[in-house]
């Protein structure tokens, strides 16, 4: 995939063609067989998802960093923020995409599908590969030394999703009622805040949003954060870069997310009001509707 400032740098890949309908031969089922069989029908067709995402520059950076993509017929979703001021950034964020991509391979997602630990311990893995894959690009180029990206993934196994992450680029949960962030923040004004808010911290000053304490492209200090969270039909999912979400509240968020009809509209929707709010950085958003 050719990286050109500026342009889309997204991509998908699509469900392979398969039976829209099971097929069962008649042998004298029972109702109890025929219930399990009704439920079972029912039950997939609940599971049915769309998605859509989106990446764009913003309103002050000359080119973009960011990279995502959907992974349709494996239901893998993944954000990539290359960092900013550091070399080759948006390098960065395509090689991780990449890389996730190939190690969660639809027989990779096959093997671990239903096992929620088997799952985490191909995220963790996966994304430990895919640092040791960056890291690796860097040391053999000198002008790409210091590269890096965070990096979110969420992936979809029946009714649970599961997230992986490092860095601050987030994943979101919405519901009628609320909007629920599911990842923790790998940064600098993450920790201040945190230590804030149980009456640790004696600083007074303030520090800088954009300082990442954990990245794709730098040894991991501890394996990369997992999180599960059980869906509910009508969720709403966001995977997004910082460009986004410190542009926006929550509440502009959730509205979003839950009045627009299509995953299309509502990415567009959440780039367009980042955008307006002044598009201080790239900007990219995956929606995902369950």
């Not at 029972?30 to 859509?52: A, H, T, Y």
């Not at 987030?170 to 201040?192: G, P």
């Not at 730098?218 to 986004?244: A, I, K, M, V």
């Amino acid at each position: 995939m050719d990286i050109i400032p500026g342009q889309v740098k997204g991509y998908y890949r699509s469900c392979p063609p398969k039976l829209t309908a099971p097929f069962y031969r008649y042998i004298e089922l029972g109702e109890p067989d025929m219930i399990r069989i009704l439920k079972k029908v029912f039950s997939n067709s609940r599971q049915r998802i769309s998605s859509s995402g989106k990446t764009d520059t913003g309103r002050v950076r000359s080119h973009n960093e960011d990279n995502f993509c959907i992974l349709a017929d494996r239901k893998v979703f993944v954000v990539a923020d290359g960092m900013g001021g550091h070399n080759a950034g948006e390098v960065a964020s395509q090689i991780a995409i990449e890389t996730l991509d190939k190690y969660l391979s639809r027989e990779a997602i096959r093997r671990v599908k239903g096992n929620r630990e088997e799952i985490r311990h191909v995220l963790i893995k996966g994304f430990h590969h895919t640092n040791d894959a960056v890291i690796k690009m860097a040391q053999e180029d000198e002008s790409r030394n210091g590269m890096g990206c965070t990096l979110v993934s969420g992936l979809i196994d029946g009714n649970l999703l599961h997230t992986c992450h490092v860095g601050d680029a987030r994943c979101y949960i919405a519901d009628e009622q609320s909007l629920k962030q599911v990842t923790n923040d790998h940064s600098v004004i993450a920790a201040y805040e945190e230590k804030a808010r149980s009456g640790e911290t004696t600083e007074l000053k303030r520090p800088p949003r954009q300082v990442i304490t954990r990245a794709i492209g730098f040894p991991f200090p501890e394996d990369p954060e997992y999180h599960w969270r059980e869906l509910q039909p009508g969720n709403r999912l966001l995977l997004c870069s910082d460009g986004l979400w410190s542009m926006m509240d929550d509440k502009q968020i959730h509205d979003i997310l839950m009045s627009a009809e299509t995953t299309e509209q509502a990415s567009d929707m959440l780039i367009q009001e980042a955008n307006v709010a002044g598009g201080t950085d790239n900007i990219t958003a995956v929606v995902v509707y369950c």
